[in-house]
């Protein structure tokens, strides 16, 4: 009945735009340490951002100035709004609060 769950993945052309969604359900991640990690076909999953609950934001250097990570505490959601994307941001993107995962969500970028 813990879960996250992730949405918005697709496909998208280079220079486009796609949005990650992710819910809680069964417990409020308002105190937690949130990220996106991401994992592309045989490479190690890496983290991409993170939120603190105090709204701080950290980014990957990949992803810097090209992806935003935010938070609604009153919704229980994170976000990861990804503009100009490129086909090596092609990987599954994972929710990720201080007690579990989510099941990821599919992102592919094509040239």
């Known amino acids: 009945q813990v879960q996250l769950v992730e949405s918005g993945g697709g496909l998208v052309q280079a220079g486009g735009s796609l949005r990650l969604d992710c819910a809680a359900f069964?417990?409020?991640?308002?105190?937690?340490?949130m990220d996106w990690y991401r994992q592309a076909p045989g490479k190690q999953r890496e983290l991409v951002a993170t939120?603190?609950?105090?709204?701080?934001?950290i980014y990957a250097d990949s992803v810097k100035g090209r992806f935003t990570i935010s938070r609604d505490n009153a919704k229980n959601t994170i976000t990861l709004q990804m503009n100009s994307l490129k086909p090596e941001d092609t990987a599954v993107y994972y929710c990720?609060?201080?007690?579990?995962w989510g099941q990821g969500t599919q992102v592919t970028v094509s040239s």
């Open positions: 990720k609060s201080e007690r579990m």
């Open positions: 069964g417990y409020n991640f308002r105190l937690n340490v």
């Open positions: 939120v603190t609950p105090s709204g701080i934001t």
